[in-house]
């Protein structure tokens, strides 16, 4: 059985406008990560997975692969999986066959943003798990949480990818209480996140030698033309990445090259540039396992498990309501 509902914004041309208007007030000035991903986005980003120096993507599928059926046995063997960001589910179905394996698997919730991808996955998975009922959510999940379904305390919610590294603080410990409050004692959280380590990995697995990550990265710029009419010139500013110590986070930019205005119709408005100037398009934060059981606990939630891959480069970890 297939049911997918549709919670989108009515306006977000709207939204993007907001969200890029206060983006280029801030100082520094900043633009929302999500704008990366228009289809030739998510394409760039998907030959970044495969990248030799990107580690994140391949260790957390080893991680899935190796200690999927573990998880789910440390989850309570749960009959609903939630997933926040789904796309294609590619990852997630280690964690259905090893519910299918323990004999719980019972519903499948996939969130995401496009309404093509949900129903092509939904349709995929069905055949694959005969039985499996998959009730979808189009949505912005950061917005929309509250519209998961309830599932009785047998729910596992999974937040793959490390992308809860790309919130601020303030904005990821708000966004983990909501998911606690929604939380029943029987429900857990899986989470992705990539863990400390040397700089030189780190800043290379941002900045590769083919440069791939530096095209991902301007391909904002090339959104903003497109659906603002902006006339930024790719030319004119450079990729930058580098890991910030004292936050443990890779701090992603893009560094402008000379002085320089930029027009954006849509908005009515003329930013200006000055030579060198930065302009932060992404956070990536990097995290240890205390200092995760921190975060979790300024959410209302605890940590009940710790997967890693082999060379301990990321973390899947279990959190339960406090």
């Known amino acids: 059985m297939i049911a997918i509902e549709v919670h989108l914004d009515a306006d977000t041309a709207a939204t993007m406008r907001h969200d890029v208007l206060d983006g280029l007030s801030a100082d520094p000035k900043e633009l929302a990560p999500k704008y990366f991903y228009d289809d030739r986005g998510s394409q760039l980003f998907e030959q970044i997975t495969d990248l030799p120096e990107y580690y994140p993507t391949r260790a957390e599928r080893a991680i899935l692969v190796e200690r999927a059926d573990e998880i789910i046995a440390a989850a309570g063997?749960?009959?609903?999986?939630?997933?926040?960001?789904?796309?294609?589910?590619?990852?997630?179905?280690?964690?259905?066959?090893?519910?299918?394996?323990?004999?719980?698997?019972?519903?499948?919730?996939?969130?995401d943003i496009s309404e093509e991808i949900t129903h092509e996955t939904?349709?995929?998975?069905?055949?694959?798990?005969?039985?499996?009922?998959?009730?979808?959510?189009?949505?912005?999940?950061?917005?929309?949480?509250?519209?998961?379904?309830?599932?009785?305390?047998?729910?596992?919610?999974?937040?793959?990818?490390?992308?809860?590294?790309?919130?601020?603080?303030?904005?990821?410990?708000?966004?983990?209480?909501r998911l606690a409050a929604l939380m029943e004692p029987g429900d857990r959280l899986l989470l992705g996140?990539?863990?400390?380590?040397?700089?030189?990995?780190?800043?290379?697995?941002?900045?590769?030698?083919?440069?791939?990550?530096?095209?991902?990265?301007?391909n904002v710029l090339l959104v903003l033309n497109r659906e603002l009419g902006a006339d930024f010139d790719l030319d004119a500013f450079e990729h930058v990445a580098r890991y910030d110590e004292a936050e443990s986070r890779m701090d992603i930019r893009l560094?402008?090259?000379?002085?320089?205005?930029?027009?954006?119709?849509?908005?009515?408005?003329?930013?200006?540039?000055?030579?060198?100037?930065?302009?932060?398009?992404e956070i990536s934060t990097k995290f240890t396992r205390a200092r995760l059981e921190d975060v979790y606990a300024e959410a209302g939630l605890e940590m009940s498990g710790w997967f890693t891959d082999g060379e301990g480069d990321y973390a899947l970890s279990l959190a339960r309501p406090l």
């Open 193 to 218: 996140t990539d863990l400390v380590k040397d700089r030189g990995r780190l800043e290379a697995a941002y900045d590769d030698a083919s440069g791939v990550t530096a095209e991902f990265n301007k």
């Open 77 to 111: 063997a749960p009959r609903i999986l939630v997933e926040l960001g789904s796309g294609s589910a590619a990852k997630t179905r280690h964690l259905l066959s090893a519910m299918r394996d323990a004999g719980c698997l019972h519903t499948y919730v996939p969130v």
């Open 255 to 281: 560094r402008s090259l000379a002085d320089q205005s930029v027009r954006l119709e849509e908005l009515d408005l003329t930013v200006d540039f000055a030579h060198g100037e930065e302009m932060r398009t």
């Open 122 to 177: 939904a349709e995929s998975l069905v055949q694959e798990y005969p039985g499996l009922v998959v009730r979808g959510l189009v949505c912005d999940f950061e917005h929309h949480l509250e519209r998961i379904p309830n599932g009785g305390g047998g729910r596992l919610v999974a937040f793959l990818g490390g992308t809860i590294g790309n919130l601020y603080p303030d904005a990821r410990r708000d966004f983990l209480a």
